[in-house]
């Protein structure tokens, strides 16, 4: 097909053929934060930025309508050069589409716990980032969500959302959880959990923890030490740690940037203290979403080969899997 036609398709097919840019975005405040993120931040805070701008660009399939704004331009632009790209290549797999399905498993994930837990679950997200679940999901809305991560994000993040919301009784109004707390702390240093419990953290609350995105940015023995004093809230009160694993072949793409892997959460966990643990593969029938329908598409294929294998025999490929996991406990008189 000639690339004139192809391009054509592309936008006969394609909701986000053209990036359209949502008009708060052009404020001039808000380009000014941008201006900060692009110009000032290092690249683990603009880990953030990346993944709030592919929630955006997969609208079709992800409702964040605080996404583009937390994104900024520069994150929208690139990722959707990458799409279009993809999808001018007749790709597999377009860019984002882990994202997407990632997301989609998280927010299952979290409204099933929420509901099990009967509402009133607190939800706590290590390395929020620019996730805006608090602003988004109605099944939070008898629940405290707290959000950890870096000072300099938090503050960023709470400035674009008054820039977008506007005045404080109308960013309540647009809250679905039952309230949301910044939590400004280094998951690395020893004194984050105490930082949880100082800003409302109610340690006998059963308790949705959300680790997306952040464990293999963590040093090995930090992310044992973040997900031990997780595993030791099982024997207090009902407790669900939802997280994503990458696999050693993941992190070795970057190792300057990735390092905590596991190439079998589901024996390491039991083994930190969490006694129930579930394992999904991206594709699999739980985080699969109507996303992954080509067969041959490389998630399909990775799953149809054995977790020990480290190589793809048919072209020689790493075998670079993404994990979802849920883990949970509860003390012993508890059901
Ligand atoms: C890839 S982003 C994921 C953000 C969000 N969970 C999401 O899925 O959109 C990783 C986030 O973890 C945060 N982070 C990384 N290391 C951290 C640490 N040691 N302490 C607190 N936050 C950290 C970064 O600032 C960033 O916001």
Known sequence: MAEEEKRHQIQEEWPWRELKLPEQLMAEKIRTLHATIDGEWGALPRTACQTAAGRALWNHVIHD????????????????????????????????VILAVRTLWFDSKIEAAVSFFGNGAQVVLLGAGMDARAYRLSCLKESNVFEVDFPELLQMKAALLQEALGSAEHRKKELKANSVT???????DSDWL?????????????????????????????????????AAKCLVTRTVLLADFMNQSSVSLSNSTFHFYSDWPEQLLPALGFPYVELSQIGDP????GLLNDPQNLFNKLRNLPRSIQTNPEDGSPCCRLFLVEASGFPKQST
Not at 182 to 188: F, M, N, T
Not at 196 to 216: N, S
Not at 286 to 289: E, I, K, S
Request: charge should be positive; include cysteine; aromatic fraction near 8%.
């Open 286 to 289: 739980d985080a699969h979403f």
């Open 182 to 188: 910044s939590v400004a702390a280094d998951i690395r």
């Open 65 to 96: 309508p605080m996404a583009h704004v937390l994104a900024g331009e520069s994150f929208l632009k690139t990722l959707h050069e990458k799409m279009k790209k993809d999808k001018l290549n007749n790709a597999r797999e377009v860019s984002g």
């Open 194 to 230: 105490e930082k949880l419990h100082i800003r409302g953290f109610a340690p006998e609350k059963c308790t949705v923890w959300v680790l997306e995105g952040i464990l293999y940015y963590l040093p090995h023995p930090n992310a044992i030490q973040v997900l031990q004093t997780i």
